[in-house]
């Protein structure tokens, strides 16, 4: 009987057509290494090479049948604070067992999870490849903080000393493009809402702001913003109309940092200055620390109020008639969500709790 389990083969196979994970699962090709200089060697033999850019990195010897032996000397590996990379990681979580290239530890206690390509680029098909991956370690608890692409630097020309393999590898942040891959969606839908529209993700974002000596107190200061990313999601209506009806959306919470003066100094001085109207100001200083506090701006007539989605802090908007609301929280891992649409409040809240 063929095991149930998911792959990151099986799972690949069933996006480019079901019938090719049914023969994958049910009617499997017998294991052979690959020839010598095909595509396939190749690529395990470039796999190895960036083995050398994480000196001390321990790899994961099971093989693929031995996967509970390869979680456990996984988890070992991860708990041993002196081991700064895993080569062939195992892990398993929501019935799905993968094997990741590498997983990086992190200054911070976080993982960084780096796959491996012998191409020269990305590829739509190997997002959808580390999504998974990053899914499956997320699911089973490890803290991933940074997903990296690496392929082949076509760039690179060998030296006279050999292979230099750092510059042989370009790594490339796509953690912006894991996360539109990886937003939770709503498994049931208010009537009237029809299929996912559109997708949009933000990449992240960062502004920096540098004080002259025009704001003499603030010569030489400067605040920093970064935001995203972000990923927002538009349903239809069940009636084909073009307007979007519901809409979904999920960002990291902005963050700012000064140098110089304080983010409390920088926020004195802008209010202060002519054409800000005292009421705003008011307002904002009213909102105490803007790192510690959510401000949601209000539509004229809007009523509000505080509820809980899945257990967390939220705020609640509607429209006199109730035709219309939004819903807003921070989740307890730095998440912004905001649900919103052309339907009633208690509807609004039903997909928000779905989302937690």
Not at 272 to 301: H, I, K, M, W
Request: a negative charge; aromatic letters at 6%.
């Amino acid at each position: 009987m063929a095991s149930r389990h998911l792959t990151k083969s099986r799972y690949i196979a069933g996006l480019q057509c079901p019938r090719r994970l049914w023969l994958v699962v049910h009617e499997p090709l017998p294991y052979k290494d690959p020839d010598p200089g095909s595509p396939a060697d190749i690529g395990q033999e470039i796999g190895r090479k960036a083995h050398l850019l994480f000196p001390g990195g321990v790899l994961v010897s099971e093989e693929p049948w031995q996967h509970a032996e390869a979680v456990a000397r996984t988890a070992a590996l991860m708990n041993d604070v002196r081991v700064p990379a895993v080569f062939e990681a195992a892990f398993e979580y929501d019935g799905i067992r993968i094997r990741v290239d590498v997983v990086e530890r992190r200054a911070d206690g976080t993982w960084g999870l780096r796959e491996v390509k012998s191409s020269s680029g990305l590829k739509d098909n190997y997002l959808d490849d580390i999504a998974l991956q990053a899914y499956v370690m997320r699911g089973a608890g490890v803290a991933v903080a940074s997903i990296e692409l690496l392929h082949v630097n076509t760039a690179y020309v060998r030296g006279p000393d050999g292979i230099c393999w750092t510059d042989f590898f370009t790594r490339i942040d796509v953690g912006d493009y894991i996360a539109g891959k990886l937003m939770d969606l709503p498994g049931h839908l208010p009537a009237g809402v029809g299929a996912v529209q559109q997708f949009m993700v933000q990449p992240r974002v960062r502004a920096t702001v540098t004080f002259k000596s025009a704001a003499a107190s603030l010569a030489g200061s400067s605040v920093t913003l970064d935001a995203g990313p972000g990923v927002v999601v538009d349903y239809a209506g069940s009636t084909g109309a073009d307007v979007p009806i519901l809409g979904i959306a999920t960002m990291r919470r902005p963050t700012a940092r000064s140098t110089g003066a304080t983010i409390t100094q920088i926020e004195a001085f802008l209010l202060s200055q002519p054409g800000v109207p005292p009421q705003l100001a008011e307002e904002v200083r009213l909102l105490g620390d803007l790192r510690t506090t959510l401000p949601v701006p209000v539509p004229p007539g809007a009523s509000v109020r505080s509820v809980q989605v899945a257990g967390w802090p939220g705020v609640l908007l509607a429209d006199p008639s109730n035709a219309a609301a939004a819903v807003v929280w921070e989740d307890g891992r730095g998440l912004l969500h905001a649900v919103v649409g052309i339907l009633d409040s208690q509807d609004v809240l039903n997909v928000a709790d779905q989302l937690g």
